[in-house]
């Protein structure tokens, strides 16, 4: 019988959806990043949970506050990729023994420190013992049945597009577990990046209160995973002409003799919004998204042929379906 | 610094509590068992989660099916008390390594067969890496606002009544953990109380319609604890004048010279609901219940004295504040 490392967690999800019966009438295939439901109203109700495990999800170096706002951020990264408005928050907790009064102050001031940045509210919760740090939350959001953005709809043609930088997470991360020496000012946005993610609600609502987004998902298990997704639900492939490599990304490649292009593609961690935009909307997304201080970089587009691919001086090269995944990569084992 | 085992889950709840800033205009009070959030239609929303952690929530004997199931039936319980209708369920799971392809099919099906049994549905969820089974849910239900009922708003005269029995999951427990030899039939009954609870969602739903209970609250952390934070709420204090002792618990206590009051008082882990009705209204309610096929049993009535008494031949006597506390018990503790 094989053991969870091998399985991995797609597999592993998999294998749950086959047990469960489907509501009928969801207006939101199984398998996107948000669930939806119809009840009364205009709007749909999403809903989403995300936990956070601390041998999983909390580098060395990243405190219990920034911890339980980072699990409050990848609860609202994925309803940000849907254009949904989050209302409300429930946390569970699972505390290991150790934690002091102190410690619990601390998560809770993050979880509330989190929600209240993106103008929501802890609503309810539970606490437990548990052996690791367990921060599992449930957002509910609303959304206009209209507006919402699934992750399924790319056709070929449709630009490609993400609102911001990649690598930089991957660099932070690096530093945190080997304790690498960066000059000041650099080591800061590389940390902050991996410390104080923020998800990109702004730039999800706007877009979709624009209709021109065909698909979108968020790229919490970095660019290239959240490009094979899309490529899968849609069956599409991506030609990638510019890689948007951040400069401070860039900059610590080169002084540590990395691969900037695994940095980009591979880091993960980094909570923006990737998706695809019908050529003669362009204008209108951009437009959209820059009244709310955002940004939306071009990075190629969507083509007939099944494959990602990046565009390079020799030719192109495939683009690997790897990323994050638990299960398969602990940060116990990064470290180790 | 204290540790958590000596604060308690309630102590660290009111921690957590200070730290969260609460949304404006909310139908419930914080303290209450769920979450209620108005939207739009005429009807509320309500919100829960609870978390399952295997080492303080599954006895040993108990099946991952059996877990799943339960972790279902916590939440689904909550929502009974509260008169409200679960509509849909979402599972963030925390799985350790060594569970198998097998184990994984087991918990997923006991998550269906737990919702397919309150007429609910398994919407989205989340699966990680963690060291102790975690089955974390998150239940959304609805509720008009008429029919919602309160922890608080029991009045001194009022009926206190209960839905079932108390005592055979403590016995059922107490089997488990010790290995107790006990005859067969006694057996089965008492077991299937502690790896089979069912949340009492059809009488809560009948009562909420009608309108005639004035507090409630399930009985997951016990009798005793109930009665307490419902005299809390309220202010008020209860006379149990006859111990709702399930007969099974009775004979259970008697062979193993055991306190019979203890076990029906102190188990927990029942989902019995506990709520006080106007006299004047106890006939509708029992109606009401009856046409469900459930049960309605008086134990006493609300004082208004704040204090929580029972009724012996000896006198009164005071029943303590005490019950299933996270951080304080866990089974592992109990085991050795």
């Known amino acids: 019988m094989q053991g969870l490392e091998s399985l991995g967690e797609r597999k592993i999800i998999q294998i749950i959806q086959q047990q469960l019966e489907v509501m ?12 939806a439901l119809k009840l009364e109203g205009d709007k749909l109700l999403i809903l989403k949970t995300d936990m956070l495990v601390d041998k999983t999800d909390v580098p060395p170096g990243m405190s219990l506050w920034q911890a339980a706002r980072k699990a409050v951020v990848m609860n609202i990264s994925d309803l940000a990729a849907k254009g949904a408005k ?35 509210f802890v609503l309810g919760g539970d606490t437990n013992e548990a052996s ?3 921060i599992s939350c449930a957002v509910l959001g609303t959304c206009h049945p209209k507006m919402l953005i699934k992750r399924k709809g790319t056709r070929p043609g449709d630009i490609l597009a993400v609102t911001g930088n990649f690598g930089k997470t991957a660099a932070g991360l690096k530093i945190l577990l080997e304790n690498i020496h960066v000059p000041q000012e650099l080591k800061e946005t590389l940390l902050e990046s991996i410390l104080m993610p923020k998800a990109r609600l702004r730039e999800g609502l706007a877009l979709a209160s624009s209709q021109v987004v065909t698909a979108s998902i968020d790229s919490s298990d970095g660019l290239a995973w959240s490009l094979h997704e899309l490529s899968k ?82 030719g192109s090269i495939p683009i690997e379906f790897k990323g994050w995944e638990h299960f398969k990569t602990t940060l116990k084992e990064i470290q180790e």
């Open 132 to 134: 690791d740090l367990i």
């Open 24 to 35: 009928p009438g969801l207006p939101l295939g199984f398998g996107d990043d948000v669930s």
């Open 233 to 314: 639900a849609s069956h599409v492939g991506f030609l990638i002409e510019k890689l948007p490599l951040a400069t401070e990304a860039a900059k610590f490649a080169k002084a540590h003799g990395l691969n900037p292009t695994e940095l980009c593609l591979y880091g993960g961690e980094e909570y923006e919004l990737v998706l695809t935009i019908k050529p003669q909307f362009w204008n209108k997304a951009l437009s959209a998204i820059k009244n709310v201080g955002g940004r939306l970089i071009p990075i190629g587009k969507a083509i007939k042929e099944n494959i990602v691919k990046l565009k390079t001086e020799k």
């Open 86 to 120: 989050p209302i409300a928050l429930l946390v569970a907790l699972g505390i290991p023994r150790g934690f002091t009064e102190k410690d619990i102050k601390q998560i809770a001031k993050g979880l509330n420190s989190g929600a209240r940045e993106y103008n929501t």
